[in-house]
């Protein structure tokens, strides 16, 4: 792929975005996204990122109680002001995509008119902005799909292709063959798959590539098969025993596995 090489500005340990910037530029890195939501913050990163020639291709909105979205009440305000203030951030540092969630567990509420409501009218405000909305693959196929087909005609709203949630909550249900012409983002990080003798705890570990058993050869082949060209982004931080590492060297690990994925397939 001729796609850009990047990673999650929050990779290294104990570091903010901002003073990560310089150590993922020196290692390589064409490219970032960042989990800040704050309008400021994220100005200061997209600042940054212009100077030392990194872009920042999306900001990944908070995620957390993404179920109240699909309860009747107040308590999904909270998450959707976050969400907002993401869009605005975005917008402002003209940032072209905010990363949602629609669900979260294996268990989550059931759909409804309610919490489709409140998708159309996030999807409107980012739309109003001038921001498109990615919504990533996690546990429940069912209710990416719902979205997704509600927004099928909508070209701000797209895909954000996570091929570790792929791996280890959905690996037989190959989600390009669905949405590679929608993808407008990628995560990519390894894991082990599911845990059949615990079949409902969480094995998403976020691992740096080939410390799993994901088939990254088998997920370039799909993922170049499909019309997306943008970039490949690293969703790891420094953890385990790369905290025995400096920054460099974690960093420069990074950079070696994302560039030896970007060439398989």
Not at 145 to 166: L, N, Q, S, T, W
Not at 183 to 199: A, K, P, W
């Amino acid at each position: 792929m001729n796609g850009k090489l990047g990673i999650i500005a929050n990779c290294l340990h104990g570091v903010r975005d901002l003073d990560a910037l310089d150590l993922i530029r020196n290692a390589g890195f064409e490219m970032i996204f960042s989990e800040e939501y704050d309008p400021k913050t994220v100005y200061q990163i997209k600042e940054k990122s212009e100077k030392l020639g990194l872009s920042l291709d999306f900001l990944h909105a908070p995620y957390k109680g993404v179920n109240d979205f699909w309860i009747p009440g107040l308590a999904y305000r909270n998450l959707r002001n976050g969400i907002y203030s993401s869009i605005d951030a975005a917008s402002g540092a003209g940032v072209p995509v905010v990363v949602c969630h629609v669900s979260s567990g294996w268990f989550p509420p059931q759909l409804c008119d309610v919490g489709f409501e409140r998708f159309d009218a996030l999807v409107d405000y980012a739309i109003s902005k001038n921001v498109k909305v990615a919504f990533e693959n996690l546990r429940k196929v069912g209710n990416l799909a719902a979205i997704m087909e509600r927004y099928e005609k909508v070209p701000e709203v797209g895909f954000c292709y996570d091929c570790g949630h792929e791996h280890c909550y959905t690996e037989t249900v190959h989600f390009l063959e669905f949405y590679g012409d929608r993808v407008l983002c990628t995560h990519i990080h390894d894991n082990h798959g599911r845990n059949y003798e615990d079949y409902y705890s969480d094995p998403d570990e976020h691992l740096m590539p080939f410390d799993g058993n994901l088939d990254f050869a088998d997920m370039m082949k799909r993922l170049k098969q499909s019309p997306y060209a943008g970039a490949l982004t690293l969703e790891v931080v420094q953890e385990n025993e790369y905290l025995k590492k400096s920054h460099e060297e974690f960093l420069k690990i990074a950079f070696e596995r994302i560039k030896r994925i970007s060439a398989l397939g």
